[in-house]
């Protein structure tokens, strides 16, 4: 498993699958390091049998998006046109099938969508402070791999 940030141009989103990796919209990436935590508890999980769904790549997204959810994981996926993502990459062989660029990490997140997607509380931001936003999601993340909701 690699976890890289990169660029993708995606042309029909409804054609996009893409089982050998995770791609994982800007605006809600604050940290590879969170990405990775995702990705490891999908992974754990998967190989428990506490599956959600029948892909490795969506399992990695719900767990992500900290949802049962695909629907709403999907709204952290990618979209149609040039798409800057984090990608959980589990067969590099298979990525020269698809057009990713790899580049250098460097935040570009929404701290609004963040906010309303794990339901982070303006109060929690103000004590723990911004910088603290990447633990406030692998929170959320955590709670839900540990209770699945």
Same mark, same amino acid.
């Given at each position: 498993?690699?976890?890289?940030?990169?660029?993708?141009?995606?042309?029909?989103?409804?054609?996009?699958?893409?089982? @050998?990796? #995770? @791609? $994982?919209?800007?605006?809600?990436?604050?940290?590879? &390091?969170?990405?990775?935590?995702?990705?490891?508890?999908?992974?754990? +999980?998967?190989?428990?049998?506490?599956?959600?769904?029948?892909?490795?790549? $969506?399992? #990695?997204? *719900?767990?992500?998006?900290? #949802?049962?959810? $695909?629907? &709403?994981?999907?709204?952290?996926?990618?979209?149609?046109?040039? +798409?800057?993502?984090?990608?959980?990459?589990?067969? /590099?062989?298979?990525?020269?099938?698809?057009?990713?660029? /790899? *580049? /250098? @990490?460097?935040?570009?997140? &929404? *701290?609004? &969508?963040?906010?309303?997607?794990?339901?982070?509380?303006? !109060? !929690? $931001?103000?004590?723990?402070?911004?910088?603290?936003?990447?633990?406030?999601?692998?929170?959320?993340?955590?709670?839900?791999?540990? @209770?699945?909701?």
């Amino acid at each position: 498993m690699k976890v890289c940030f990169g660029e993708l141009v995606v042309e029909k989103v409804s054609e996009f699958k893409v089982e @050998f990796a #995770t @791609f $994982i919209d800007s605006r809600y990436v604050v940290s590879l &390091d969170v990405v990775e935590f995702a990705a490891k508890k999908a992974i754990e +999980n998967w190989n428990r049998g506490r599956r959600i769904s029948r892909s490795l790549a $969506i399992e #990695t997204l *719900l767990h992500y998006a900290a #949802t049962r959810q $695909i629907k &709403d994981a999907l709204k952290l996926g990618v979209k149609k046109g040039r +798409n800057r993502v984090a990608a959980v990459i589990y067969d /590099e062989d298979r990525m020269n099938a698809i057009n990713f660029r /790899e *580049l /250098e @990490f460097k935040p570009e997140y &929404d *701290l609004r &969508d963040i906010m309303e997607h794990y339901e982070i509380t303006s !109060e !929690e $931001i103000e004590i723990a402070g911004v910088e603290k936003l990447p633990l406030l999601v692998r929170e959320r993340i955590a709670l839900f791999s540990a @209770f699945g909701e």
